[in-house]
């Protein structure tokens, strides 16, 4: 079974000191980029990179807490995987964020991407679920690491 430990000796992650101020203030980006993603008027593609943005900043606070960062390579596909271990992300649900990974990264890097409204809205919504569980998970866990939400 991994587990970050095994994911630590393979080299996929580094260790760190948590910190509660990088925590909250990872967590306060997150919150932000998903309030932005919810109520800006930008075009669908940016709208799903903020929402993207808010759920990658909510993984690695979770996995700040827990004592790592992700190693350089696959740092956004580690970042989002690790919510398996940190908050129980049901692995189904990884299928769906790294689906919205490939589409902002060909976005950003280049190819025929085209993010829709759909897309924008999908991981919107995704994003607004995984914050707040991150966040609940934060306080519940690790509560010397974050500031509770207003």
Known sequence: MMTLTNWFKAGWLRELTPD???????????????????EAKS??????MMAYT??????LAALAAEGY?????SHHHRALKSLTYTIGLD?????????HRKKRNTTIYGGNSIVT???????A???????????RWLEKTHPQLISPVD
């Open 20 to 38: 509660a101020d990088y925590i909250t203030t990872t967590m306060d980006e997150a919150w932000s980029d998903l309030k932005d993603s919810q």
């Open 54 to 59: 808010a759920v990658l900043k909510a993984a």
């Open 69 to 73: 960062r992700p190693a350089t390579d």
């Open 91 to 99: 692995p189904r649900e990884l299928k769906i964020l790294d689906n």
């Open 117 to 123: 409204q759909n897309d924008a809205k999908s991981i």
């Open 125 to 135: 919504k995704k994003a607004s679920e995984i914050v707040a569980a991150v966040q």
């Open 43 to 48: 075009a669908d593609k940016w709208l799903h």
